[in-house]
């Protein structure tokens, strides 16, 4: 239940970018995000270089320090990118087939999760999508 939750609270707060911030996020929790994201622009989903853009723009959104970045183009034409940030890891991979794109975020310290996830759906303008947040451990 928890988890459904923070999932819409979360799904709420990146609809309204006035209610971002990290309110009740501690800093130097762990985030973890999983979001699947479906589109009516499949384009987008076969286009190597416009998902590394909407990486490249939500990890500058929230803060991060990118250190490399790799990308793949499947037959099919599905992309999977990642970016590996100083302090976390943020991912994608389409399923074109199924109009569908996951995006993985995993957010530590002064990285703005929020944000950077909220700049990952304004960047692929989804039809519907799901997000659920989770704190992991650290201590």
Avoid at 10 to 23: F, G, I, K, Y
Avoid at 45 to 59: G, I
Avoid at 77 to 87: D, F, P, R, W
Wanted: aromatic letters at 4%; a negative charge; charged letters at 20%.
């Amino acid at each position: 239940m928890r988890e459904a939750a923070q999932a819409r609270a979360s799904r709420s707060a990146m609809s309204n970018p006035a209610e971002l911030a990290t309110e009740g996020i501690d800093v130097d929790d762990l985030c973890s995000y999983a979001v699947d994201v479906w589109v009516s622009d499949h384009s987008i989903l076969t286009d190597e270089e416009r998902l590394l853009k909407v990486l490249r723009d939500a990890a500058a959104k929230g803060n991060a320090k990118v250190l490399g970045e790799a990308s793949h183009v499947f037959p099919n034409g599905a992309v999977t990118a990642i970016l590996l940030l100083s302090a976390s890891h943020l991912s994608i991979h389409t399923w074109p087939e199924f109009s569908l794109a996951n995006v993985d975020l995993l957010a530590y310290g002064r990285l703005n999760g929020e944000r950077m996830m909220q700049s990952v759906e304004l960047g692929l303008s989804p039809t519907r999508i799901n997000v659920t947040r989770m704190l992991r451990a650290v201590h």
